[in-house]
């Protein structure tokens, strides 16, 4: 079956920077697209950034510029870098295998100010 593990994230101040794992399992990596989404407390989960099978990338505005998706074929494995981070970056980040239901578990991104 599909898994998905999210790994990296973390307490750090505003300005500072976390790079996101997501680990994957039982799916053909290389030609799968994948997204990052992200939930803050009391609030919908929200898309980020998405990378499709030929690295072509797409980010919510609020990111762009700050935040990069990328992807390792040979480990099965997607990342999120992100740089000049800001208290409201604060939430939980999932990986998702895009247009499936497949999701990580979440790892908690806290930004203090």
């Not at 500072?16 to 030609?31: E, K, M, V």
């Not at 997607?78 to 409201?88: A, I, V």
Request: with cysteine; net charge neutral.
């Amino acid at each position: 079956q599909v898994q998905l593990v999210e790994s990296g994230g973390g307490l750090v101040q505003a300005g500072g920077s976390l790079r996101l794992s997501c680990a994957a399992s039982g799916i053909t990596f290389s030609i799968s697209p994948f997204a990052w989404y992200r939930q803050a407390p009391g609030e919908q989960r929200e898309w980020v950034a998405t990378i499709d099978s030929s690295d072509n990338t797409n980010y919510h505005d609020s990111v762009k510029g700050r935040f990069t998706i990328s992807r390792d074929n040979a480990k099965n494995t997607l990342y999120l870098q992100m740089n000049s981070l800001k208290p409201g970056d604060t939430a939980a980040y999932y990986c998702r295998v895009f247009g499936a239901n497949y999701w990580g578990q979440g790892t908690q991104v806290t930004v203090s100010s």
